[in-house]
């Protein structure tokens, strides 16, 4: 991108703010599947959604100069600055990690041996001209019920040769042929999606050898450290859209494990390196440890605003608004319907529409769940952090016992 590609016109912050959150969570998501599963081509996906939001990050500056005339605008407005940079800050961190596929900086092929079977894969996937897709909608295909396989995004070529990305389709979604899907589940729905969308029998990785130990729990550190940077980002994102500080806090303890977990990574690494053919090999676990930290910085950095009690602009707020999906945490009271039933039992995501993200657990010492599964017991005292709707956080509500209103 030259400098001279973009220049300034009238946009709608909110909505630049908007795309800039949705883009920033997909990079993370996109840049992980590629290290995860050693793929170039969506390792190149990560670098023109990277492009995307250099633009997207100037345009939202040279909007937000222009609206500050004041020294009052200037510091309702620096909060907002803060979102941007922190944006940015993601999407170079995810651009970082996608290098050390693509320019092959050096990563055990044991890595993928500690990734659970029951983990979602990511794959990318061309909508061929003569597809059963081709023109259809989500909602006609009916493709996450039938297959468990979920488009998360797609890049389509528009008229004038540029590309578009819909970061969040639904139902109403058509795919078009020349489309590229980015689709997330498990192994034989990917493969059944895969070949209806391109015509072709899908071939999964090899699984690789099992590792040796402080390697495996070097690459266990760096999973645990994924789960809980993507996880602060999300809750950064929901402290900053809805003004809580106690979401915000969260954030903070975050960041402050993911730095602890580092310091542990480090000192398996440095074990394993004299335990492997080719240490030069851990580079890539290295620089992929280094660029999950800045990612939890950059939650922390979203986040400060709201620490230091400076009140959400109204442009963020409005770009709330426009969002389909909020965050909130709820605290399982003893006695509740949910206290002693396992998420699968309750089937809480079908019963309310919330997906519960991340679970902190008191106790000594406090005990995070991230990404809880199925077999994942709620106890009392927990307090669930789950995104969905608002009618979906107010049964969730009812159902954790509750008596206060959900806190956003």
Known sequence: MEPGDVEYEPVSVKALLSEMKDTAELLIDLSYSAVLAGSDEVAEEVLALEERMDVLQLKARMSLLMASRSPEDAEALAPVLGVVGAAEKIANAAGDIAKIVLEDIGLPEAMRAAIPEATESLLRASVVEDSAYAGRTLGAINMETGTGVRVIAIRRASNTGKQAWITNPDRETAMEAGDVLLL??????????????????????????????????????????????????????????????????????????????????????????????????????????????????????????????????????????????????????????????????????????????????????TEWVVSPGADTELRAGDVLIAKGTRAGAERLSELAGDPQHYDE
């Open 184 to 365: 997330r589940g498990f192994g034989e729905g990917l493969s059944t999606v895969y070949e209806a969308a391109t015509g072709d029998e899908y071939e999964p990785p090899t699984p690789p050898e099992q590792p040796i130990e402080d390697l495996e729990r070097a690459v266990d550190s760096i999973i645990l450290m994924k789960n809980m940077s993507e996880l602060a980002v999300d809750l950064a994102y929901g402290s900053v859209l809805f003004n809580s500080e106690g979401v915000a806090e969260e954030v903070v303890e975050l960041e402050a494990e993911v730095d602890a977990l580092e310091s542990r990574f480090e000192a398996w690494t440095l074990q394993a390196a004299g335990r492997v053919e080719d240490p030069v090999s851990l580079r890539g676990l290295v620089h992929l440890a280094s660029a999950t930290e800045v990612i939890s910085d950059a939650a922390l950095e979203l986040s400060e605003g709201v620490l230091m009690g400076l009140d959400t602009h109204p442009v963020v707020a409005a770009a709330v608004e426009e969002s389909d999906e909020i965050i909130v945490r709820v605290t399982v009271a003893g006695g509740a319907e949910l206290a002693g039933q396992t998420l699968g039992d309750l089937l809480l995501q079908t019963e309310t529409g919330m997906r519960v993200i991340a679970i902190r657990r008191p106790g000594e010492e």
